[in-house]
């Protein structure tokens, strides 16, 4: 089993994800509590609903609740994850190669930090995991990687220090390059930068960085 | 001079924004570049104007061009810094005692993660900054903090680690609390905690954490 979807009950552009999931075509799609509104309004249907439902609509419960093709985890309100995390960790035991997140951004900046957050299940568990709405790819990086011109989403690559340093950081193919730099926070140094070659590459020594490719 | 208001040219609600300036009553008012459009639309006159003014509209820049209590700071559009960055240090620079950033959040994400990055300016130079919009007040702390119920924002409390690690995290009059626990990233622990007593104490021992209020 290679990619899963889990949607996730924060902001969603229905036209956005809708598409993504057509076009990526996942083995496995998870509803993370009220994401599970998303997969009713649009007339698809999850393979697994994972939640403790205190955000779910009785509708969609309902709708969802009579189908036989569905696998349910109904988790303790009372709990110290959230139900995206169970989701993840229930799509790696499932088997996923690859995860993407779609419902993890929205106006609720707590909820969004912990998604990202989240990423680093990505790197203990050797999966890569991204974030992904009409703006954002969000991924949380280990090692170097490149980027081709072509098939960036968006203008804008950003970068943040996840680890308190991020040493010997090395930028090829971009406006603004670097070399050997250590790279720490309290900065906007890595913010709008753009590949300006046929492909970028991304190389560091030591630390794990946040790779935000992005458009207005 | 006590505090300091900088608009962001990130998404801002007019009705929230200008409710929150007029109840500060600030000493001084920056607009970091397309920020000035939300002065403008408002009829409200800021104190400083700094940015490379790729982003704000000719109408802004041609009604505070001619305003003679302005001062401008034009900034090289090739730059290391974003044009947050150059306000927060201006208005250090001015004396600012407090900053809150409007405008700082919205759909660009690599956006808002950088300004976050920006709050530690205020621990590196003991000035405490806040992001705010209507749904969250985020701030990054170096030391323990009280929060009393009744002045809280939002109904729930979050918790990230900025550090890699926060040392011997303790959290009472919380739902759910913590005892000296070493508070780590790549989970969902922190994520949407409430204030249960009169007043609840975050303590801990080492690192950096970033606290988000929030409301739905």
């Known amino acids: 089993m290679r990619h899963c ?3 996730v009950g924060g902001y969603i552009n229905d036209i956005f994800a ?8 996942p083995e496995l799609c998870i509803a993370a509590d009220s ?3 998303f997969f009713y309004r649009n007339k698809l249907t999850p393979d697994w609903i994972i939640g403790d439902f205190d955000s779910a609509s009785s509708e969609a419960l309902d709708y969802f609740g009579g189908q036989p093709d569905i696998s349910w985890i109904r988790l303790n309100p ?4 959230t139900d995206t995390e169970s989701a993840i960790r229930k799509a790696i035991a499932l088997g996923a190669e690859k995860i993407t997140l779609l419902g993890a951004t929205g106006t609720r900046i707590d909820h969004l930090l912990g998604n990202i957050e989240l990423l680093g299940i990505g790197l203990q568990n050797h999966i890569p995991i991204q974030i992904v709405d009409e703006r954002n790819r969000i991924r949380m990086i280990g090692a170097g990687i490149t ?18 340093v991020v040493k010997g950081l090395t930028l090829t193919g971009f406006k603004y390059p670097l070399d050997h ?13 753009e590949i300006i070659a046929e492909s970028a590459e991304i190389a560091f020594e030591e630390g794990i960085l946040i790779v935000i490719e992005a458009r207005d």
Not at 151 to 157: A, H, I, N, S
Not at 181 to 193: H, Q
């Open 147 to 164: 980027l081709e011109k072509e098939k960036q989403f968006g203008k804008f690559v950003s970068l943040i220090p996840y680890t308190n």
């Open 78 to 81: 009372v709990k110290d994850d």
């Open 18 to 25: 809708k598409e993504f999931i057509e076009k990526e075509r």
């Open 181 to 193: 730099y250590d790279f720490k926070g309290f900065c906007s140094l890595g913010v709008s930068n």
């Open 35 to 37: 994401g599970m509104n």
């Open 5 to 7: 979807i889990i949607v």
